[in-house]
């Protein structure tokens, strides 16, 4: 499994240029994330760790997601995804986190649907959650390195934006330095 180099270069650089963290919580991808992340160059610099919780029990017990919820859903859903982004993010003290859930081969409880709801969070706020359908006869595995790829350019575009807002902001507090100072 080769992952774009160019994608986690750029996603290394921007975290290693703003000095923050990610981790990823896991349950569809089931650790492609995680190897993804692995891969980039000075990934011990920027990535904290993550973790697979493929069952409700463990989403419970390990990202405090509620029981009787998740028992709902079958742990797929949008507020269970943000749920595991915001507590694998306080568990592995990261700046940013990514939450995977949903379906790699179609099922009687996801409507013989393939689907994934992936969720960002960033300073302790989602900032970012979607959900991504493929094709019902995609290969469990060919889905897992497909969401894998989608997010991490889902994520790329997230790191700009935050990148952009940043940059605007140090520009209006050097403006009203100037300001301040004439």
């Given at each position: 499994?080769e992952?774009?180099k160019?994608?986690?270069?750029?996603?290394?650089?921007?975290l290693m240029?703003a000095?923050?963290?990610?981790?990823v919580?896991?349950?569809?991808?089931?650790g492609?994330?995680?190897?993804?992340?692995?891969?980039?160059?000075?990934?011990p610099?920027?990535?904290?760790?993550?973790?697979?919780?493929?069952?409700?029990?463990?989403?419970?017990?390990?990202l405090n997601v509620d029981?009787?919820e998740a028992?709902?859903c079958?742990c797929v859903?949008?507020?269970?995804?943000?749920?595991?982004?915001l507590?694998?993010?306080k568990?592995?003290?990261?700046?940013?986190s990514?939450?995977t859930?949903?379906?790699?081969?179609?099922i009687?409880?996801?409507?013989?649907?393939i689907?994934?709801?992936?969720s960002?969070?960033?300073?302790?706020k989602i900032i970012y959650t979607n959900?991504l359908?493929l094709?019902p006869?995609?290969?469990a595995l060919?889905?897992?390195l497909?969401?894998t790829?989608?997010?991490l350019?889902?994520?790329k575009t997230?790191?700009?934006k935050?990148?952009?807002?940043k940059?605007?902001?140090g520009?209006?507090k050097?403006k009203?330095?100037?300001?301040?100072?004439?």
């Open positions: 499994m992952f774009h160019n994608l986690l270069e750029y996603i290394s650089q921007s240029t000095d923050e963290t990610i981790a919580a896991e349950c569809v991808t089931s492609c994330l995680q190897l993804a992340l692995s891969q980039m160059p000075n990934a610099l920027v990535y904290q760790g993550g973790m697979t919780a493929y069952t409700l029990p463990m989403k419970v017990k390990l029981k009787e028992e709902v079958d859903s949008e507020n269970i995804v943000e749920t595991m982004a507590n694998v993010a568990l592995y003290e990261a700046d940013w990514i939450a859930t949903g379906y790699c081969t179609p009687r409880n996801s409507s013989y649907k689907f994934a709801f992936f960002f969070s960033y300073k302790g959900t359908e094709h006869k995609t290969q060919n889905a897992q497909y969401y790829e989608f997010i350019g889902c994520f997230e790191i700009n935050n990148l952009e807002a940059a605007k902001l520009l209006k050097n009203d330095a100037r300001i301040k100072v004439s």
